[in-house]
């Protein structure tokens, strides 16, 4: 009877333990590693558009970036500082790579054409950038 006791109790004391040890990896982000969108941007076909045309797509662009941010889809968003065919980047947080196409399409420097991209699936921890939901602006 004792020994019934001793024994319900590691077992009791066991599975406690364990569901303890779970609960704090699932709060460790390195145990979370999920997938995310990166996007490559590269020169469009369309670049012929006189300067104040170029500048209005431009400011569509980064407003455009910005939405984006605020509503939590792009954690990551640059040019690159090199003149060539790679533009900038963007890292998105979707579910689906669709989502990240049709958010691409609302970008005025890719529907006129002077941006194209390729889009990779990209995996990291959720940290830093990467919290999950939209940014806490202050």
Same mark, same amino acid.
């Given at each position: 009877?004792?020994? =019934?006791?001793?024994?319900? &109790?590691?077992?009791?004391?066991?599975?406690?333990?364990? &569901?303890?040890?779970?609960? $704090?990896?699932?709060?460790?982000?390195?145990?979370?590693?999920?997938?995310?969108?990166?996007?490559? =941007?590269?020169?469009?076909?369309?670049? #012929?558009?006189?300067?104040?045309? &170029?500048?209005?797509?431009?400011? !569509? /662009?980064?407003?455009?970036?910005?939405?984006?941010? *605020?509503?939590?889809?792009? *954690?990551?968003? !640059?040019?690159?500082?090199?003149?060539?065919?790679?533009?900038?980047?963007?890292?998105?947080?979707?579910?689906?790579?669709?989502?990240?196409?049709?958010? =691409? *399409?609302?970008?005025?420097?890719? #529907? &006129?054409?002077?941006?194209?991209?390729?889009? /990779? #699936?990209?995996?990291?921890?959720?940290? !830093? #950038?990467?919290?999950?939901?939209?940014?806490?602006? $202050?």
């Amino acid at each position: 009877s004792s020994d =019934l006791i001793i024994c319900t &109790a590691l077992f009791l004391f066991a599975i406690i333990s364990s &569901a303890f040890s779970q609960q $704090d990896q699932n709060k460790d982000p390195l145990m979370q590693i999920r997938q995310y969108w990166f996007v490559l =941007l590269t020169k469009g076909p369309n670049r #012929s558009q006189d300067s104040a045309t &170029a500048a209005k797509i431009q400011n !569509g /662009h980064l407003a455009n970036i910005m939405r984006l941010y *605020k509503e939590g889809k792009i *954690k990551v968003a !640059g040019p690159f500082g090199e003149e060539g065919d790679w533009q900038g980047i963007f890292i998105f947080d979707c579910e689906k790579k669709e989502e990240v196409e049709q958010l =691409l *399409k609302t970008d005025p420097a890719i #529907s &006129a054409g002077r941006l194209n991209f390729e889009i /990779h #699936s990209w995996w990291t921890a959720p940290m !830093g #950038s990467f919290v999950p939901g939209k940014p806490k602006i $202050d």
